[in-house]
C-alpha cells in the first residue's frame, strides 16, 4: 500500500475478524485515552511524539498493522509515517467506539494511572509494585526510584530481567509516553497487573520529596579500574 493510499476505514466486525488472524492492532490515540480503555492486545504508540521512531524498532517490517485512531486524518497521518520508516503492511483504521466495540464482543481493559505524588504511597504499597524504568541509561545514572529495575524501552522486547507475574508492576519514564508503550507490549506478553507513572522525572520527584537512588556507573567504573591496572 503506497503512502498516498486512502485507508479503509473497518467495521468493529471486520476488526475482530482481523484480531483474530494476528493483526497487530496499535493504538496511536494519546497515552491517557488508551489507559482509559483500549482493546485488549493493542500496542500503543502515541501519534503525538516520536511515533515513527520507536514504530521501526519495535514492530517487523512483515507485520500486518490495524490502527486505531482518534479521526481519518490521524489514520492518514500515522499510515504516511509509518510508511516512511518501512511499515508498509497497514490493513486499514478504526476510531474508538467504545460502546460498538462492546456491542461485538471486542474484549476491553483499562491500565492504572499513577501520578508523580502517588509514588511514595505506591512504594509502601503491600505488596509494592516492582518499579520499572524504561529510560535510557543515561538517565538511570541520573537518579532512578528506590529499588527500580532499568530495562530501557529499546530493549524491552528482549528483556532478560526477573519480573515476578505474581506482583504489580509500575512503569515509569520521564512522563508517560515511553511508559505507556511499555506497558502496553508488557500486557501483550502476558503480564496481567501491570500500571504506569503517568508523570515523574527528578525535578518533579525531588519537588515532591520522592527518595532517589543515584547509582555509580559500573561500567565506566570497571573501564577505570582496567585501565589502571595497565599504567
Not at 5 to 24: D, N
Not at 42 to 57: C, D, R, T
Not at 134 to 149: D, K, M, N, T, Y
Not at 193 to 218: C, F, H, T, Y
Amino acid at each position: 500500500m503506497s503512502e498516498s493510499s486512502q485507508l479503509q476505514q473497518l467495521t468493529a466486525a471486520q476488526l475482530g475478524q482481523e484480531q483474530h488472524r494476528g493483526v497487530l492492532i496499535l493504538d496511536t490515540r494519546p497515552a491517557e485515552e488508551f489507559a482509559s480503555c483500549h482493546i485488549s492486545g493493542s500496542m500503543q504508540i502515541g501519534l503525538i511524539g516520536s511515533f515513527a521512531s520507536w514504530a521501526a524498532i519495535l514492530i517487523g517490517p512483515s507485520q500486518r498493522i490495524l490502527l486505531v485512531t482518534e479521526n481519518a486524518n490521524s489514520a492518514q497521518e500515522a499510515h504516511s509515517r509509518l510508511v516512511r520508516v518501512g511499515l508498509e503492511n497497514v490493513v486499514g483504521y478504526t476510531v474508538t467506539n467504545k460502546q460498538e466495540w462492546q456491542q461485538h464482543g471486542l474484549e476491553l481493559t483499562s491500565i492504572p494511572t499513577y501520578w508523580c505524588e502517588d509514588v511514595c504511597h505506591a512504594l509502601r504499597a503491600n505488596p509494592s509494585p516492582q518499579l520499572i524504568d524504561v529510560r535510557s541509561w543515561a538517565e538511570w545514572l541520573q537518579g532512578h526510584l528506590p529499588g527500580a529495575i532499568s530495562m530501557p524501552l529499546l530493549e524491552l522486547s528482549g528483556h532478560t530481567a526477573p519480573i515476578a507475574r505474581s506482583k504489580p508492576i509500575l512503569v515509569y519514564c520521564q512522563e508517560g509516553y515511553r511508559a505507556t508503550i511499555a506497558a502496553s507490549m508488557l500486557l501483550r506478553d502476558h503480564f496481567c497487573d501491570v500500571r504506569i507513572l503517568n508523570d515523574g522525572g527528578i525535578p518533579k520527584w525531588q519537588a515532591r520529596s520522592v527518595p532517589l537512588e543515584m547509582p555509580r556507573d559500573e561500567r565506566v567504573e570497571s573501564s577505570l579500574r582496567g585501565t589502571r591496572r595497565t599504567s
